[in-house]
């Protein structure tokens, strides 16, 4: 059984129950054995909570390691006076007992072990097959929301507004949201915000109640709920009626602090922001980069499509143009699922790109069937351009096809291009105003890993408000005359090569 499927906001940190430095002096086995004892000695219902989740742990442990379970008949030993006994146990036993460990403190009320029993069915943990087991979750759900746990009330609601364990109910899931709210849980504060603001989930559209559900969620904010940082950078970009006030500075300010809890969109905001010096934001390069790099990083399309052009065209004092670098930022766009998108499929453009690519050889040696091959896919989503490129006459014949593919299996292709899944582009290493160095690194990294620097937030009162955006370098500044010069040059680029293959289409 896979234990990944259960993800990080669905687990609560007992990081402290894992072993420490001196673990090897005590067997991991041994150590359960004695947790274990220690657990059913006392009625504290913490106590064995906190043991049933550090069986979950060793259940990962034994998944991730892929030692082999014993066999069923084999028990658990408990005699901890003979040090020469280890615990053997599958990932399934640990399971097991934690299940039903949780069930007996779940029982006796506590909200902490109804909720994570909750999350272990809701996540598939406890199905043969990693099924998600919403109808035996949703009872726990609602059993800790009724002891005030903000977060069991949270998904609650959202079960009752999916219809996930039990019938829809937009009724029941504003009330359940109401009441994790009131618990200061931001995601259900920004759930209500949005429903105030757009009159959903029954209710009528109340436009400042809204915004105040979304300026309370945006105090909470954290890693796991940024969005109402960037709802509110949106909002306040336009301006809503006569009640939320269009104030660029400020939402540029709210973009930056989404961004620093690594939300992609603020990123990729925040990098039209720089490249085309919207929102009152002067144009830097080396801050688009930068934040179309935290996007890209964590699979946003477009972002990774922006990353396409800025090394196509290159920045002058900053970064040479890299052919090869643009056709891996491109395939990676047009293999990252666009939100609101049918199922596994990427950008249309991106797909587009990287067919035009292949077909007048950018950054990857000529392949006419490859071409045709994302030609079709960005017609599939209505990209005009490849439909007029399908409807040329020059696909490759069958015989072409099937030599060119022949080639690409004889050949080893750079690890950059091998394949969309396993590729990943070089991460792009935070800015610093205060240097002319290129900050551009060729090592791939997460996009945690690669996170901005945390920085104050305009809502919190213990923080104080950014006292002024990031400042753009004076060799960045000098390198870009206006916030459209990319565009020529990335025109003239493509001139550059339309003459290699003067039937090419063109890009733009």
């Not at 090869?324 to 491109?330: G, I, Y």
């Not at 587009?352 to 069937?369: H, P, Q, R, S």
Request: net charge neutral; glycine share 6%.
């Amino acid at each position: 059984m896979s234990l990944y499927s259960v993800g990080s906001e669905q687990l609560l940190d007992h990081s402290h129950l894992k072993p420490g430095d001196n673990a090897s002096l005590l067997s991991y086995a041994k150590t359960i054995n004695m947790y274990r004892a220690n657990a059913k000695k006392t009625n504290d219902v913490e106590i064995q909570c906190d043991f049933a989740i550090f069986l979950v742990e060793a259940a990962k442990r034994l998944d991730e390691s892929g030692d082999p379970p014993p066999p069923p008949q084999q028990q658990q030993q408990q005699d901890l006076g003979d040090d020469t006994t280890t615990t053997q146990s599958s990932a399934s036993a640990y399971l097991n007992e934690a299940e039903k460990l949780l069930k007996q403190v779940a029982i006796r009320g506590h909200s902490a072990s109804q909720y994570y029993l909750a999350n272990m069915y809701s996540s598939g943990l406890l199905h043969k097959s990693n099924k998600f087991e919403y109808d035996r979750a949703f009872p726990f759900y609602v059993q800790a929301a009724k002891h005030h746990h903000p977060d069991a009330a949270y998904r609650t609601a959202k079960c009752y507004e999916d219809g996930l364990g039990t019938r829809r109910d937009k009724g029941k899931a504003v009330q359940f949201y109401r009441k994790a709210a009131t618990l200061n849980h931001p995601g259900a504060m920004y759930r209500l915000g949005l429903a105030e603001i757009k009159g959903e989930l029954g209710l009528s559209s109340n436009i400042r109640d809204g915004h105040k559900w979304l300026k309370r969620s945006a105090e909470a904010s954290t890693t796991e709920y940024p969005h109402a940082l960037h709802e509110l950078g949106h909002l306040h970009e336009r301006g809503l009626a006569s009640i939320i006030f269009q104030d660029h500075d400020y939402a540029v300010r709210l973009y930056q602090d989404a961004s620093d809890l690594g939300y992609a969109p603020s990123c990729f905001r925040l990098g039209e922001c720089y490249e085309f010096g919207r929102l009152g934001c002067t144009v830097d390069p080396r801050l688009s980069m930068h934040y179309y790099g935290l996007a890209a990083e964590q699979g946003h399309p477009h972002a990774c499509f922006a990353l396409t052009a800025w090394y196509l065209i290159g920045v002058p004092g900053l970064m040479e143009p890299s052919d090869e670098q643009a056709f891996a930022w491109a395939k990676v766009a047009a293999h990252s699922p666009v939100k609101g998108g049918a199922h596994h499929q990427g950008l249309a453009r991106a797909e587009y790109a990287v067919g035009y690519f292949y077909e007048v050889g950018i950054g990857i040696e000529k392949n006419m069937t490859m071409a045709w091959t994302y030609y079709r896919r960005a017609a599939e989503q209505g990209e005009k351009r490849a439909m007029q490129r399908l409807q040329s006459g020059d696909a490759p014949s069958a015989a072409e096809q099937t030599a060119q593919m022949m080639m690409m299996d004889q050949q080893q292709q750079p690890a950059v291009y091998q394949s969309s899944s396993a590729s990943t582009p070089p991460a792009l290493s935070p800015p610093h105003s205060n240097s002319s160095e290129s900050s551009l690194s060729t090592n791939s990294s997460s996009a945690a890993a690669g996170a901005t620097t945390t920085t104050t937030h305009p809502h919190r009162h213990s923080m104080q408000p950014p006292q002024q955006r990031p400042t753009p370098t004076s060799s960045s500044s000098a390198s870009v005359a206006s916030s459209r010069s990319w565009v020529k040059k990335w025109k003239q680029k493509l001139n550059w090569t339309k003459s290699r293959s003067s039937s090419s289409p063109s890009l733009v």
